[in-house]
């Protein structure tokens, strides 16, 4: 899967997941998610949950910070290059 | 302890009977054992009475010698022997030994300034025929309540907002203001309520009415006077002023018992009460079938070191959704969390098994720093004076030990709390909590929203900041905020006196005796909170009494099911009509669409994330009060209590 099909599919779960609430809200793909509430650390997990069913990411502790996961394109990029080694190594 | 209501009108057109009988229906669960009135031509007064001290004698309303001053009271003055002996000495006559005709000739001896002299947790309001003037009061930190309401130019006054209502007087209005406080601090922040017109006394305030006209007056301020070091002798006088206000606490004519919860601080209360009091101990405690809420294994080993008798209410599915619907009537307000759920079940135990009295320990974690909020204001502090430090963020991930551990770790964790807000922000300490329960808020209304534009609770809460605010460290500020924001009007009120005195059961809270405040109030930081650890100086003082893994335990805080209480996995069918889109639509208060994302998410078994969890109370707390108080008008179907006249 590209990285622009991975962004669509992250873009749409998280405004099902945690916007659903707030049908108004416009969130760019560079927007940080943290800063902007639309997410917790309770979510990260459940973003986590995911990334492992939707795409067979599994993320690990050391690979839950803001540079992978902070922004729809963060995430994106995160899963492609992680799915470009095999959705279980990678940088970060 | 008791329930109150009455009237004070502006002009003598006489109280009927019945409005003072409506009026005491909506307080009786507060008072079961007796009940009585004053009827006059300009003021009415309606008691429901707890028979604790002076159980022969003290019915109420009372009145001095000669009737010219008469008293409605909730509460107790623990110092009354000692008054009564001043007072006594001073030329008083009295009938009773009980401490609510103490009231009366302290306030003949020494005006509103008796307040000063009282050490106890009380509302009154005192009649004084000779200048047709009524004296409401409240206590230091709110343990009692007292509700008022002017309306068609008098004065409604009650121990709970109920009572107004049952009047037929006062109408039951929504407040949007103060729900939308509710939804940021959990509580209404006095002297605002959720109903429009219907004010809440400040803890330690008084107000007068007089020709027509209320007048307010504050006797008592929290103040942080914190000393560069710990007194020599403080341990010693911490234990010494902590036994001294539990034997002050055993002070009744019927046995006292103890709630349980397995942690240090109501530990430390029935330990101390074990040694003082003259019956053999009963302790009470809530269990959870979700072991992670769970602290039974503690209890006992407490039960069992101080040879109690030991009660237990174990909570089980269904138990909170059963009950809610009562919990809200009696809380009188829409609420965040269920924990108040529980607290009426034990209340019910309690009275069950005999107890109308119990000591509990809250007060304790406000006094000497136990929450983890007191930790995160420190470390956010320590993380911010080296934003770029990659290992400080780190320590948040030793807070609240009992969520799940994978969402403590990592960026999001630590920048949840450092991204909160600046240390120069007055609310800095509660911004993350703040903003947290201000995400229900997503599921408002438009209409809603529109009619809260221009309102900003933070702002309103900065504004209303005492002047030496600044003054006080910055623990002390949070701990201020805990007090006036959390203690008073949830902890004290929607989870503390209305849950217990639904059931007459009246609590009592040695840590609240306000000598124990002043003392932890001028101890420095430090000797409460040392590094990471919480409650220092307590547990040296009197962490002897308790056993060991009790005494070094950390905080659990008091939790309850939120989610699986109402989704277990169908909701019951009082939440499904309530969260109908139908009903939704009807009251107003929140979005169908959301809710109904929210529930799918239930259903789903997904919202378990804090944000949702309290969404779901929220709203069907809020839907639940709005049918019960606005709606339907529940207090008004009452029918009137037969009362007989004991003054006038």
């Given at each position: 899967?590209?990285?622009?099909?991975?962004?669509?599919?992250?873009?749409?779960?998280?405004?099902?997941t945690?916007?659903?609430?707030?049908?108004?809200?416009?969130?760019?793909?560079?927007?940080?998610l943290?800063?902007?509430?639309?997410?917790?650390?309770?979510?990260?997990?459940?973003?986590?949950?995911?990334?492992?069913?939707?795409?067979?990411?599994?993320?690990?502790?050391?690979?839950?910070?803001?540079?992978?996961?902070?922004?729809?394109?963060?995430?994106?990029?995160?899963?492609?290059?992680?799915?470009?080694?095999?959705?279980?190594?990678?940088p970060? | 302890?008791?329930?109150?209501?009455?009237?004070a009108?502006?002009?003598?057109?006489?109280?009927?009977?019945?409005?003072?009988?409506?009026?005491?229906?909506?307080?009786?669960?507060?008072?079961?054992?007796?009940?009585?009135?004053?009827?006059?031509?300009?003021?009415?007064?309606?008691?429901?009475?707890?028979?604790?001290?002076?159980?022969?004698?003290?019915?109420?309303?009372?009145?001095?010698?000669?009737?010219?001053?008469?008293?409605?009271?909730?509460?107790?003055?623990?110092?009354?022997?000692?008054l009564?002996?001043?007072?006594?000495?001073?030329?008083?006559?009295?009938?009773?030994r009980?401490?609510?005709?103490?009231?009366?000739?302290?306030?003949?001896?020494?005006?509103?300034?008796?307040?000063?002299?009282?050490?106890?947790?009380?509302?009154?309001?005192?009649?004084?025929?000779?200048?047709?003037?009524?004296?409401?009061?409240?206590d230091?930190?709110?343990?009692?309540?007292?509700?008022?309401?002017?309306?068609?130019?008098?004065?409604?006054?009650?121990?709970?907002?109920?009572?107004?209502?049952?009047?037929?007087?006062?109408?039951?209005?929504?407040?949007?203001v103060?729900?939308?406080?509710?939804?940021?601090f959990?509580?209404?922040?006095?002297?605002?309520?959720?109903?429009?017109?219907?004010?809440?006394?400040?803890?330690?305030?008084?107000?007068?009415?007089?020709?027509?006209?209320?007048?307010?007056g504050?006797?008592?301020?929290?103040?942080?006077?914190?000393?560069?070091?710990?007194?020599?002798?403080?341990?010693?006088?911490?234990?010494?002023?902590?036994?001294?206000?539990?034997?002050?606490?055993?002070?009744?004519?019927?046995?006292?018992?103890?709630?349980?919860?397995?942690?240090?601080?109501?530990?430390?209360?029935?330990?101390?009460?074990?040694?003082?009091?003259?019956?053999?101990?009963?302790t009470?405690?809530?269990?959870?079938?979700?072991?992670?809420?769970?602290?039974?294994?503690?209890?006992?080993?407490?039960?069992q070191?101080?040879?109690?008798?030991?009660?237990?209410?174990?909570?089980?599915?269904?138990?909170?959704?059963?009950?809610?619907?009562?919990?809200?009537?009696?809380?009188?307000?829409?609420?965040?969390?269920?924990?108040?759920?529980?607290?009426?079940?034990?209340?019910?135990?309690?009275?069950?098994?005999?107890?109308?009295?119990?000591?509990?320990?809250?007060?304790?974690?406000?006094?000497?720093?136990?929450?983890?909020?007191?930790?995160?204001?420190?470390?956010?502090?320590?993380?911010?004076?080296?934003?770029?430090?990659?290992?400080?963020?780190?320590?948040?991930?030793?807070?609240?030990?009992?969520?799940?551990?994978?969402?403590?770790?990592g960026?999001?964790?630590?920048?949840?709390?450092?991204?909160a807000?600046?240390?120069?922000?007055?609310?800095?300490?509660?911004?993350?909590?703040?903003?947290?329960?201000?995400r229900?808020?997503?599921?408002y209304?438009?209409?809603?929203?529109?009619?809260?534009?221009?309102?900003?609770?933070?702002?309103?809460?900065?504004?209303?900041?005492?002047?030496?605010?600044?003054?006080?460290?910055?623990?002390?500020?949070?701990?201020?905020?805990?007090?006036v924001?959390?203690?008073?009007?949830?902890?004290?009120?929607?989870?503390?006196?209305?849950?217990?005195?639904?059931?007459?059961?009246?609590?009592?809270?040695?840590?609240?005796?306000?000598?124990?405040?002043?003392?932890?109030?001028?101890?420095?930081?430090?000797?409460?909170?040392?590094?990471?650890?919480?409650?220092?100086?307590?547990?040296?003082?009197?962490?002897?009494?308790?056993?060991?893994?009790?005494?070094?335990?950390?905080?659990?805080?008091?939790?309850?099911?939120?989610?699986?209480?109402?989704?277990?996995?169908?909701?019951?069918?009082?939440?499904?009509?309530?969260?109908?889109?139908?009903?939704?639509?009807?009251?107003?208060?929140?979005?169908?669409?959301?809710?109904?994302?929210?529930?799918?998410?239930?259903?789903?078994?997904?919202?378990?994330?804090?944000r949702?969890?309290?969404?779901?109370?929220?709203?069907?707390?809020?839907?639940?009060?709005?049918?019960?108080?606005?709606a339907?008008?529940?207090?008004?179907?009452?029918?009137?209590?037969?009362?007989?006249?004991l003054?006038?």
């Open positions: 899967m590209d990285e622009p099909d991975i962004l669509a599919r992250t873009r749409a779960y998280v405004h099902e945690f916007l659903y609430m707030r049908p108004g809200f416009v969130l760019g793909d560079s927007d940080r943290l800063q902007r509430g639309v997410i917790d650390s309770m979510g990260v997990m459940e973003l986590i949950g995911f990334l492992r069913s939707e795409f067979g990411v599994v993320v690990s502790d050391e690979d839950i910070t803001e540079q992978n996961l902070g922004t729809l394109a963060d995430i994106a990029g995160y899963v492609a290059r992680k799915g470009a080694n095999g959705g279980n190594g990678g970060g | 302890m008791c329930g109150f209501a009455g009237v009108r502006r002009e003598p057109r006489g109280v009927a009977a019945a409005t003072l009988g409506r009026m005491a229906a909506a307080l009786r669960h507060r008072g079961p054992d007796g009940h009585g009135r004053y009827a006059g031509p300009r003021v009415g007064l309606a008691h429901v009475r707890l028979s604790i001290i002076d159980v022969a004698g003290g019915a109420q309303p009372l009145g001095n010698e000669d009737g010219s001053v008469l008293v409605v009271y909730n509460g107790e003055v623990y110092n009354y022997r000692e009564h002996a001043e007072l006594v000495a001073a030329g008083h006559r009295f009938r009773t009980s401490d609510t005709e103490v009231l009366v000739h302290a306030y003949e001896q020494w005006g509103p300034a008796m307040l000063d002299r009282l050490n106890g947790q009380f509302a009154f309001a005192i009649y004084d025929r000779r200048n047709e003037t009524v004296f409401l009061a409240r230091r930190f709110g343990v009692r309540p007292l509700f008022y309401s002017i309306a068609g130019g008098d004065l409604w006054f009650a121990s709970e907002a109920k009572a107004l209502f049952a009047s037929g007087e006062v109408a039951a209005e929504i407040d949007p103060g729900l939308d406080q509710v939804f940021t959990w509580a209404a922040r006095p002297p605002r309520t959720v109903f429009r017109g219907v004010s809440s006394l400040e803890p330690g305030c008084f107000a007068v009415w007089q020709d027509g006209r209320l007048r307010h504050r006797y008592y301020e929290l103040d942080y006077p914190e000393a560069g070091e710990e007194p020599g002798d403080a341990v010693a006088t911490l234990r010494s002023l902590l036994a001294g206000s539990v034997g002050l606490r055993l002070r009744s004519d019927v046995p006292v018992g103890g709630y349980l919860s397995g942690g240090l601080d109501s530990s430390i209360g029935c330990a101390l009460a074990a040694r003082e009091s003259p019956y053999a101990l009963r009470f405690s809530v269990t959870f079938d979700d072991p992670e809420l769970d602290e039974r294994y503690f209890q006992l080993l407490v039960a070191e101080l040879h109690s008798q030991h009660f237990v209410q174990g909570i089980g599915p269904g138990d909170v959704a059963r009950v809610f619907p009562d919990v809200v009537w009696h809380a009188e307000t829409p609420l965040v969390r269920t924990a108040p759920a529980p607290m009426y079940l034990l209340a019910q135990l309690t009275r069950e098994h005999g107890i109308k009295v119990v000591l509990t320990g809250e007060g304790s974690d406000e006094l000497f720093l136990g929450y983890d909020l007191f930790k995160e204001t420190a470390l956010r502090l320590f993380c911010l004076r080296q934003p770029h430090s990659r290992s400080r963020p780190r320590l948040f991930e030793r807070l609240y030990p009992y969520l799940d551990a994978r969402s403590r770790r960026d999001f964790w630590g920048r949840f709390f450092l991204d807000g600046s240390p120069d922000d007055p609310l800095f300490s509660h911004l993350p909590r703040f903003q947290l329960t201000a229900i808020k997503d599921f209304s438009g209409d809603l929203r529109a009619t809260l534009a221009q309102d900003d609770p933070l702002d309103e809460l900065r504004a209303a900041l005492p002047s030496r605010f600044s003054d006080w460290s910055p623990l002390n500020r949070a701990a201020y905020l805990e007090m924001t959390l203690l008073s009007p949830y902890l004290l009120a929607a989870q503390g006196d209305r849950m217990s005195l639904a059931h007459g059961v009246e609590g009592r809270f040695p840590f609240l005796d306000h000598r124990l405040f002043e003392f932890a109030a001028r101890l420095p930081a430090q000797s409460k909170l040392r590094g990471l650890h919480e409650k220092a100086i307590l547990r040296r003082a009197v962490g002897d009494l308790v056993p060991s893994s009790v005494g070094q335990r950390p905080k659990q805080p008091y939790r309850a099911p939120d989610v699986p209480a109402f989704f277990n996995p169908e909701p019951a069918e009082y939440v499904r009509e309530l969260l109908d889109g139908s009903n939704l639509a009807r009251t107003g208060l929140f979005e169908p669409a959301a809710v109904a994302g929210l529930v799918r998410r239930c259903h789903a078994g997904l919202a378990t994330g804090f949702e969890s309290q969404a779901v109370v929220a709203i069907v707390s809020a839907e639940l009060w709005h049918r019960q108080f606005i339907e008008r529940a207090a008004m179907q009452l029918d009137p209590l037969p009362m007989p006249v003054a006038g």
